[in-house]
């Protein structure tokens, strides 16, 4: 059974720094390109970025280039969310999920509180 | 950025009832690979969002064939032959082919 378990979210003040982690298990991790996925309270989707199952193919949304990193160790099973310089309106739960451009699997969701 | 337009935003139908949900991108969806990376999902109350159909129609094979999925290049279509009570939450439209992935603002299907 596919299982994506996200982990590291919590309230932090506004310019600081979290770091998210999202293990996987039931699939074979490194065979596949992930996302991080955020959706803030009583709103909809946003795509916030995605890694190849390699690590070469890299992208961000506009709203967190330059301070929101993503990365994965693929011996661990593990995918990361490196997020600096934080803001309110990165106030949101954030969603580990496989795949490119077809998202197959979701995990439950790591609440972040951006607030002072 | 493609931007996804779904309409309606909300739906109010009994069960039995068919439903229709509209999703209509900015730019075509159409891939390099000949593919078409259009999908649809379903956020019931308080819980994750779930598959639901991928590459414009096809399902995912939990999915109930009531469900059903249309549609080309911009304009593309989410039908629910008959509507049953776990069918309620917000479905989103949302697509795979471009980066920045974007979605739609979602149609929240409630039961009367």
């Known amino acids: 059974e596919v299982q994506l378990v996200e982990s590291g979210g919590g309230l932090v003040q506004p310019g600081r720094s979290l770091k998210l982690s999202c293990v996987a298990s039931?699939?074979?991790?490194?065979?596949?390109?992930m996302n991080w996925i955020r959706q803030a309270p009583g709103k909809g989707l946003e795509w916030v970025a995605y890694i190849s199952s390699g690590s070469s193919y890299i992208y961000y949304a506009e709203t967190v280039k330059g301070r929101f990193t993503i990365s994965r160790d693929n011996a661990k099973n593990t995918l990361y969310l490196q997020m600096t310089s934080l803001r309110s309106e990165d106030t949101a739960l954030y969603y580990c999920?496989?795949?490119?451009?077809?998202?197959?699997?979701w995990g439950q969701g790591v609440m972040v509180t951006v607030s002072s | 950025d493609v931007v996804m337009t779904q309409t309606p935003v909300s739906l109010s139908l009994a069960i039995g009832q068919p439903a229709s949900i509209s999703c209509k991108s900015s730019q075509s969806l159409l891939g390099t690979s000949g593919k078409t990376f259009l999908n649809w999902i379903l956020q019931r109350p308080g819980q994750s969002p779930k598959r639901l159909i991928y590459q414009v129609s096809k399902l995912y094979s939990e999915v109930p064939d009531r469900f059903s999925g249309s549609g080309s290049e911009t304009e593309f279509t989410l039908k629910i032959s008959r509507v049953e009570a776990e069918d309620l939450g917000v479905y989103y439209c949302?697509?795979?082919?471009?980066?920045?992935?974007?979605f739609g603002s979602g149609t929240k299907l409630e039961i009367k």
């Open positions: 999920a496989r795949r490119s451009g077809e998202v197959d699997y």
């Open positions: 949302w697509q795979g082919t471009h980066f920045p992935f974007t």
């Open positions: 039931g699939f074979t991790f490194s065979n596949y390109g």
